[in-house]
T-cell receptor, first 115, second 113 residues
């Protein structure tokens, strides 16, 4: 039973062409995260939502935007993808703050290729 | 600076053998430490979560230890199986700060027959 679902699993886009990645969850969790993971590197947090409150990491490029229209869905928009944005994009959820010990559940990821 | 370092970067072992992966951290104030398993092309899956007061926690053939004084953790895998081949990521959570999760770069484990 998939709990964090990401679509598509593989996405190919052209340099500069906007692309949207989607994430949905069946857990009714308050917090949703977007991570970027490049080959052989640790996941890097881009931003997260605590309910409707958007929290952007200081070093996340303006090229990356996010939307959370409701509890279940969260979108990652890349306005003008560059070759350096090719990566695995991971969505994750947690019921509440992970610092309080809440489990974090990851989706399977979307592999983005920029041509 | 809050950092998480893992060693070794990669490891190859024979099926059936045991292995131990290491994680050192400088994250403060410490909240909890997690070990994740990440199969190639998949999202990480949690193996264990340990708080300050916990020294050992097991999940099947996986046993994690935590020494909060020396800020070290280990993940011991017993009787390895081919399906254990994956990256193992240590993640430390801080009690404060907007970005309070710090990821290690992982250990790539390959189990060969």
């Amino acid at each position: 039973d998939a709990m964090v679902i990401q679509n598509p699993r593989y996405q190919v886009t052209q340099f500069g062409k906007p692309v949207t990645l989607s994430c949905s969850q069946t857990l009714n969790h308050n917090v949703m995260y977007w991570y970027q993971q490049k080959s052989s590197q640790a996941p890097k947090l881009l931003f997260h939502y605590y309910d409707k409150d958007f929290n952007n990491e200081a070093d996340t490029p303006d090229n990356f935007q996010s939307r959370r229209p409701n509890t279940s869905f969260c979108f990652l928009d890349i306005r003008s993808p560059g070759l350096g944005d090719a990566a695995m994009y991971l969505c994750a959820t947690s019921r509440d703050q992970v610092a309080e010990g809440y489990e974090q559940y990851f989706g399977p990821g979307t592999r983005l290729t920029v041509t | 600076k809050n950092q998480v370092e893992q060693s070794p970067q990669s490891l190859i072992i024979l099926e059936g053998k045991n292995c131990t992966l290491q994680c050192n951290y400088t994250v403060s104030p410490f909240s909890n430490l997690r070990w994740y398993k990440q199969d190639t092309g998949r999202g990480p899956v949690s193996l264990t979560i340990m708080t300050f007061s916990e020294n050992t926690k097991s999940n099947g053939r996986y046993t994690a230890t935590l020494d909060a004084d020396t800020k070290q953790s280990s993940l011991h895998i017993t009787a390895s199986q081919l399906s254990d081949s994956a990256s193992y990521i240590c993640v430390v959570s801080a009690k404060t700060g907007a970005n309070n999760l710090f990821f290690g770069t992982g250990t790539r484990l390959t189990v060969i027959p």
